[in-house]
């Protein structure tokens, strides 16, 4: 089935340890997405891209980094993580976003990180 | 400053009767708003959207109301079904052409709970 593939699905880190999640899609969308979800607070934007080549950053960027070396993947890296990274990350797509509404953000089943 | 709000943690719901979600939002920029649904240990999937230029929009069970002159956007869900317990998140689109992205921003979420 086409879609969005996270992993690890959910991890346990050390603060100060480096981390980087994966996401990779098949649908050949120009458009990536990184977004975190906590509790009371809903999902926050962190970093996106529009197309193989080019990043830019969200809501809520510090301490988090994205490249985008090709189409289908578009990877977060954690540098050191700290306690209050701890939260579910989802990795999304879209197609080239237009004036339209071509095509929602389809999303990844997320991964869930515990920093300690 | 939260921009896209969904008052109601939760909602539970007779099977067979109608659900009613809202969602309140502040920025007059948005020009598509959509409904994400929940499952746990899953990513949000799209279930319906609505451009900021209508004040509905139906799809099968689901329809979205907007009332632009309240900033308001309501789900119904007739009628409500077991299968449709889950968390649904509004969010609201804003297209920025001069960059060629759209940025989502979500409401925290409403937990719907269907009672058979």
């Known amino acids: 089935t086409a879609g969005i593939t996270q992993a690890p699905t959910s991890q346990i880190l050390a603060a100060g340890r480096s981390m980087t999640l994966r996401c990779t899609q098949d649908?050949?969308?120009?458009?990536m997405y990184w977004y975190r979800q906590d509790l009371g607070l809903g999902l926050r934007l962190i970093h996106y891209?529009?197309?193989?080549?080019?990043?830019g950053k969200g809501e809520v960027p510090d301490g988090y980094s994205v490249s985008r070396a090709n189409t289908d993947d578009f990877p977060l890296t954690l540098a050191s993580a700290v306690p209050s990274q701890t939260s579910v990350y989802f990795c999304?797509?879209?197609?080239?976003?237009?004036?339209?509404?071509?095509?929602?953000?389809?999303f990844g089943d997320g991964t869930r990180l515990s920093i300690l | 400053d939260q921009q896209v709000k969904q008052n109601s943690p939760s909602l539970s719901v007779q099977e067979g009767r109608i659900s009613i979600l809202n969602c309140d939002y502040t920025?007059?920029?948005?020009?598509?708003f959509l409904w994400y649904k929940k499952y746990p240990a899953e990513g949000p999937t799209f279930l319906i959207s609505?451009?900021?230029?209508?004040d509905k929009n139906e799809d099968g069970r689901f329809t979205v109301f907007l009332n632009k002159s309240a900033k308001h956007l309501s789900l119904h869900i007739v009628p409500s079904q077991p299968g449709d317990s889950a968390v649904y998140f509004c969010?609201?689109?804003?297209?920025?052409?001069?960059?060629?992205?759209?940025?989502?921003?979500f409401g925290t979420g409403t937990r719907l709970t269907i009672i058979p």
């Open positions: 999304a797509s879209s197609e080239h976003p237009g004036q339209g509404l071509n095509q929602p953000q389809h």
């Open positions: 649908m050949r969308h120009n458009a």
């Open positions: 891209s529009n197309t193989a080549g080019t990043t």
């Open positions: 920025n007059s920029m948005f020009d598509y």
């Open positions: 609505i451009s900021s230029i209508k």
């Open positions: 969010a609201a689109r804003r297209f920025i052409s001069n960059f060629g992205n759209e940025k989502l921003t």
